[in-house]
């Protein structure tokens, strides 16, 4: 069984029981934070794999490291340790974010630019690209390249749009080569 499909599962579970308890947005957030400090503290993954730790102190650690958090996502938590999945914590958290997005009709959208965006500008480009990959909206990451010349470029999931002044350079050459 691949990674991403024993994440799935999981993240499928968590999902359902979100939609019982009408918490989706709560435990998407929920699951954001745990993504966050897992991909900032690489060391807590090779914590929870160490053989060194008993089960008992690993879920101990967790429990204290995410006393906030809803007891349907704590259990989580607790249940990928017991099974000894601590590697897919933040596939599951992402499965997760997925099925919140799909369900909302939102995609994830990161923007390449040479300066933070407006909130302006990120519903316009939200409004733009939007339906072009069948979505209601976007959710906008911005990342600041200072390689870049001007212009943006988009990227939602494994798409590319690039609207940088490079890009465009780039197109004319082709045409004036083929």
């Known amino acids: ?26 435990m998407e957030e929920e699951l954001r934070v745990v993504k966050q400090v897992f991909v900032e ?27 906030s ?13 017991d099974r000894h999945r601590e590697g897919e914590i933040v596939a599951v958290a992402d499965a997760f974010i997925h099925l919140a997005n799909e369900k909302r009709g939102v995609a994830e959208a990161t923007v390449y630019s040479v300066r933070e965006l407006t909130e302006d500008e990120k519903d316009a480009l939200s409004k733009a690209f939007a339906h072009k990959v069948g979505k209601q ?16 470029k988009l990227q939602i999931g494994n798409r590319i749009f690039d609207g940088t002044i490079r890009g465009k350079l780039e197109d004319i050459g082709r045409q004036l080569i083929g």
């Open 137 to 152: 909206s976007l959710k906008i990451k911005t990342i600041i390249d200072k390689e870049l010349l001007g212009g943006v």
């Open 69 to 81: 958090l809803s007891t349907y996502v704590l259990n989580t938590l607790m249940l990928l340790i």
């Open 1 to 26: 069984m691949s990674q991403t499909t024993v994440a799935k599962r999981y993240a499928l579970a968590l999902f359902q029981i979100a939609e019982e308890q009408q918490a989706i947005e709560q």
């Open 41 to 67: 503290n690489k060391d807590l993954t090779a914590v929870l794999k160490s053989p060194k730790l008993s089960l008992d102190k690993k879920k101990e650690l967790l429990k204290e490291a995410f006393a």
